[in-house]
Every structure is written in C-alpha cells, then in structure tokens.
C-alpha cells in the first residue's frame, strides 16, 4: 500500500504555463500490474496531495485562546462565512446549469432492468453543449493555454475529467471512479491557477463547500432520477455504493481545531458535535445532514435503502464505533480512499492520464509491493498466452472423445474406453485451463486384458468356457410328486 502521510505543502501550481504542451487523457491501466506501478506516479502523488489539501482546509480553526477559554471557528453546509471567489461560483453555476438539463430530459416509460435510458439523453446533451458550457463558466485565459500551438489546448485536457464525472451512460452507473474524474478536474484547475492563493485554506474550503457539495447533489438528483446503478461496488460491504469523498470532507469537519494544517490530530473530536454512532439514529442524522457533508452522505442512503442500519450498511456501521473520535475516523478514511479507491483495478482502470496528471515515474515515490487485489487481476501476458494457443477445436469433425482418447481411427468405434488404444501425448493448454487430474491417478497406463475383450471374473476357472451358461441354485432337482 502506498505511504498516506499527510503533506503540508499544496499542490504545486504549473510551472511555465505558456510553453506547456498539453495532452488528450488516455487510459493507461490494463491489469494489476498497471495499478502498482499507478501508485509510484506522478499522478497519484497530485491526487494524494490535492486530497490532503482539501480535506485539511474542513479542520476548524483556532482563533484565540485564553487560560480558561478557546474560540473556535467551524464551517457547516450552506456557511455564508466561506469565502467563494469568482472562479468557484463559476464553476457553482456550471453544475446548476448541468441540473437543469434534467428537466429536458423525462424519464423514458419502457421495460427496463437496471437504469432508465434516459440518462443516455441527458449525456448526450451534455456532451454537446459542455464545450460552451466551459466558455461560458471558465476563465478564457485558462482554456486558451496551449492554443498557440498545433498541440492540444488546456480546454480539451479539462473536458475529459469533467465529462467524466457524470457517470456511464453505457452501463448506466456512477460511482467513486467518477467522482475521483471530478477531483481531478478540480486539481487541473488548481495546476493551471484557476483559484486565488489564499491563507488560512480559504480557497480550498470554498473548492469543497461551494463546488464539491453542489456536485454531490447533482449526481445523487441523477442516480434518483435515472435510477442509475453502482459502478465497481462492493455491495453491502463497500464504504457506500456511489460516494467517498463527503465521509472525508465531513469527518474533518467534526474534528478538533487545529491552527495549521501541520497540526492535525489523530483524535478527538470537536465539542458539541455529533457522536460517530449516531449514524444509526434516524432523527440525529435528519438534523445533522443539513449542516455536515457526512451526515448528508448517510441521510442519503436512508432515502434509497430500507432496513436497519447495521443490515444495509455494514462497513459504517462498525466505524461508527470508534471510540477515538472524528479524527481517527478522518485519518481512517483517507487511508481506505488509498486502499479502496486509488488501489482497486475495477475503480482506476478508466482513469485517464493527461500531462496536467501524468503517467510518469515519481522520483520520490517509495516502492510499493502489489497488493493481493492487484497480483489477482489478469495481466495482459497472460491475455496474449492464451490468444496464441492451440485453434479452437471442432467437435463436428473429431466426435465425443475424452481428452486422453488416442488418435482418431477410420472406423466407427464410438466412445473409446481409456485402455481401448494406445493413449497418445495429448498438449496441455496453457493458463488456466489445463485439465484437473485427481492425485491418486497413476501415471502407469492400465494394462489390457490377458485376452478377448470379455471382463473375466475373479472366480472365474481357467480353462472353463468363455459364456458359461448362468443356472440358478435348484436348477435340474426333479419336482416334487
């Protein structure tokens, strides 16, 4: 598993901005090894950091401090206090103007499985109208970066992680992978200088409440409206079906306040705040989820699941029992968004790789050793193998014969008995598929009977005839008078 220290550096902007040669994101994960080395890039050093930078920016804050009394500043859901520059109520008003799409599109009334189709529509629409979107919405001199060359500009390079946020419009699924596509268009943004550098995490704080919140809400109206399903989910034993980050945004939210982001605890919680087992209580999450992204993120799932608490959501459940506080819950999630998130095949596989998050070498990455997860998934060497193997066989031309049946013969025999002919060197097939052999067989071929084809029973006395005729017991006894 790769290292989740926090840094207390942000991430770091693009450095000559004008002569960067901009890439179209492309997929670069295959299998698992594609996933170990992912963890040493240079790209998921940019999304740890931009991930830790957020998330310290929801610590509250320590103003002033007395021998007898500390002023606290905390942020809710909806907090006028947080700052939003123009850049981030562009991007606000981006999002709204994507939810209105939905009013365009009804629900299609057909037979379905799984997801409506609708949903399709309502991609389509926005794939077709997101280029004007981000004129309207983004700063001119950010997406015109890279325009004075025959290249790819910084516009085409954004628009894959933002269309790609949105969920599969041919699985009809949304899940953590696209929501990991948004946080990347979000530190695209951040790389290029897209947001004002603020003390105190001013900005970043606005990123999460005045952006991120408005884009949770925008996905959890589509997956209710479109009824779209859970992409890479793990069932009832997965974080949650579609979202991850407002459990670490939320959680820091209820932690202790700190006065640097260098000083962030591993315990406690703030005071007042909610305790991590009231998740289960209906009522306590009815009120909190207005004010916290976590509780918001669970008030979620009550109104798409029924049942107990404990039964549909098993994995919250058991970490609202930790006994330390918000803060080992924060630390907690942020190393499982490392586990299960960034370090699941099924997750980053779509993840594309540009130049603003590139698929390149961190020279200071540690090693990584592959994970179990990642040493399961099938390696395209393997794929290869089996490709090249032996044609496929026809069945029409070579009868109903067992694999250890000898060599076909003109005549008509039908089904072969293992001893009927001399047993021929049959190729094993490679990778999986290599026939079971049970441990106790001997690798000594049956010998043929002594002679005839007949089955000789043990008894049987040499020299007798080769079909005795059967007599019963009282055969050839006179009858009685």
């Given at each position: 598993m790769a290292d989740t220290r926090i840094p207390h550096q942000p991430l770091k902007l693009l450095d000559n901005k004008a002569e960067h040669k901009f890439a179209i994101p492309a997929k670069c994960i295959h299998d698992g090894e594609d996933v170990s080395f992912f963890l040493t890039t240079k790209a998921y050093s940019d999304i740890m950091t931009f991930l830790f930078q957020l998330n310290a920016s929801m610590f509250p804050r320590k103003l002033t401090q007395t021998s007898t009394s500390q002023t606290v500043e905390a942020w809710e859901l909806h907090d006028t206090r947080v700052p939003l520059s123009p850049v981030t109520l562009k991007l606000s008003q981006l999002l709204e103007k994507l939810a209105s799409f939905i009013d365009e599109v009804p629900l299609d009334t057909g037979p379905r499985r799984f997801g409506n189709v609708s949903f399709r529509k309502w991609y389509d629409l926005v794939k077709e109208r997101l280029p004007a979107l981000m004129d309207d919405h983004l700063p001119t001199e950010i997406l015109a970066l890279g325009s004075g060359s025959e290249g790819t500009t910084a516009k085409t390079e954004l628009e894959a992680y933002l269309f790609g946020s949105f969920g599969s419009s041919q699985r009809l699924d949304y899940g953590t992978g696209h929501e990991l596509s948004f946080l990347a268009f979000l530190g695209c943004l951040w790389k290029l200088g897209a947001f004002p550098q603020t003390e105190s995490s001013a900005e970043e704080r606005g990123i999460v409440l005045g952006v991120i919140e408005p884009y949770l809400q925008l996905v959890r109206r589509l997956i209710l409206t479109y009824t779209l399903e859970p992409a890479g989910s793990h069932g009832v034993w997965g974080l949650d079906d579609h979202s991850f980050l407002p459990y670490i945004f939320g959680s820091a939210q209820l932690s202790p306040a700190i006065r640097?982001?260098?000083?962030?605890?591993?315990?406690?919680?703030?005071?007042?705040?909610?305790?991590?087992?009231?998740?289960?209580?209906?009522?306590?999450?009815?009120?909190?989820?207005?004010?916290?992204?976590?509780?918001?993120?669970?008030?979620?799932?009550?109104?798409?699941?029924?049942?107990?608490?404990?039964?549909?959501?098993?994995?919250?459940?058991?970490?609202?029992?930790?006994?330390?506080?918000?803060?080992?819950?924060?630390?907690?999630?942020?190393?499982?968004?490392?586990?299960?998130?960034?370090?699941?095949?099924?997750?980053?596989?779509?993840?594309?790789?540009?130049?603003?998050?590139?698929?390149?070498?961190d020279p200071a990455a540690l090693a990584i050793t592959a994970s179990v997860h990642a040493t399961s998934q099938p390696t395209r060497q393997t794929t290869v193998t089996q490709s090249r193997s032996a044609p496929l066989r026809d069945p029409m031309q070579e009868g109903m014969r067992a694999t250890w049946a000898g060599a076909p013969t003109p005549s008509t025999a039908g089904t072969a008995a293992p001893w009927a002919t001399t047993r021929a060197q049959v190729p094993v097939p490679d990778g999986p598929n290599q026939p079971t052999r049970a441990p106790w067989v001997s690798a000594t071929a049956v010998p043929?009977?002594?002679?005839?084809?007949?089955?000789?029973?043990?008894?049987?006395?040499?020299?007798?005839?080769?079909?005795p005729t059967t007599r019963a017991p009282w055969a050839g006894r006179n009858p009685p008078a």
């Open positions: 640097t982001p260098a000083d962030i605890p591993a315990e406690g919680s703030l005071p007042n705040s909610p305790n991590p087992p009231d998740v289960a209580k209906a009522d306590v999450v009815g009120r909190e989820r207005k004010i916290n992204m976590y509780f918001n993120a669970i008030g979620f799932i009550y109104d798409v699941k029924r049942g107990p608490f404990w039964e549909h959501s098993p994995i919250l459940f058991d970490i609202s029992g930790v006994k330390a506080g918000w803060a080992k819950i924060n630390k907690g999630m942020l190393k499982m968004y490392n586990a299960e998130v960034l370090s699941k095949f099924p997750v980053v596989q779509h993840f594309p790789f540009g130049s603003l998050f590139a698929w390149e070498k043929p009977p002594a002679s005839g084809n007949a089955t000789t029973a043990p008894w049987a006395r040499p020299g007798a005839a080769a079909n």
